[in-house]
């Protein structure tokens, strides 16, 4: 069966500094992931997928099958990156899985 | 980007009455919608895959005949909460997508229904 795991329910690190938000998959087929944010009082947006390859505000994450991990990036944090994250999977039947979520917080 | 648009945004019901949530795609013809179900400070529970012209595909836990969905339109889906009970009050959230082959959805702002 498929699932997402985001172990860090809360993480906060102070701006400036990197951050990684980890997620990991369960999954028999190749899998299609994603990272969506919310911010405060908006709803959830894409960031980004595995397929595009792109940095959007700075974040990257790659997919590592090996690890079955899909951890997403930023070399230094910024105050407006303060939101909820969520790391999602895309099932054989077009389904999208979430993870539960982590929480970032950017300490000024 | 695409828009989806739920309404209402808030409902507040009595126990035992039924509660409709309509999903709509505004700028954008959507085959397929999904309806997500959010506990306060936890992840979204797929609920269904809503299909337009055809029966909605449950996951496994959800009671169909709890939570009714009805895709009429491209444009349309709606989630009727029959039989509403206190445990019932969450955030639902309804998701589609603009083109099948990017993967990316578009989310409704969401539904908040209290269930008194």
């Known amino acids: 069966a498929q699932r997402v795991t985001q172990p860090e329910k809360l993480l906060s690190v102070f701006k400036g500094a990197p951050v990684e938000l980890k997620c990991n998959y369960s999954y028999s087929g190749s899998p299609e992931l994603f990272w969506y944010v919310q911010y405060s009082r908006q ?4 960031l980004l997928r595995h397929i595009s390859r792109e940095s959007i505000k700075g974040f990257t994450a790659d997919l590592n099958k090996g690890e079955t991990s ?6 230094f944090a910024q105050e407006e990156d303060s939101a909820m994250y969520y790391c999602a999977l895309r099932g054989t039947g077009n389904q999208f899985y979430f993870g539960t979520g982590t929480s970032l917080t950017v300490i000024p | 980007g695409a828009v989806v648009s739920q309404h209402p945004s808030r409902v507040i019901c009595k126990s035992g009455t039924s509660v409709k949530i309509e999903c709509r795609s505004l700028d954008f013809q959507a085959t397929t919608m999904f309806w997500y179900r959010q506990f306060p400070k936890q992840s979204l529970m797929l609920m ?24 009429a339109s491209l444009t349309l889906s709606t989630l009727t909460v029959t039989s509403a009970h206190p445990e019932d009050s969450s955030f639902y959230i309804c998701s589609a997508r603009e083109d099948p082959n990017t993967g990316e959805l578009f989310f409704g702002e969401g539904s908040r229904l209290t269930v008194l």
């Open chain 1, 43 to 46: 709803r959830l947006q894409l």
């Open chain 1, 70 to 75: 899909f951890h997403l990036k930023k070399p």
């Open chain 2, 48 to 71: 269904a895959t809503s299909n337009e012209g055809s029966k909605a595909t449950y996951e496994q836990g959800v009671e169909k005949d709890k939570f009714l969905i009805n895709h």
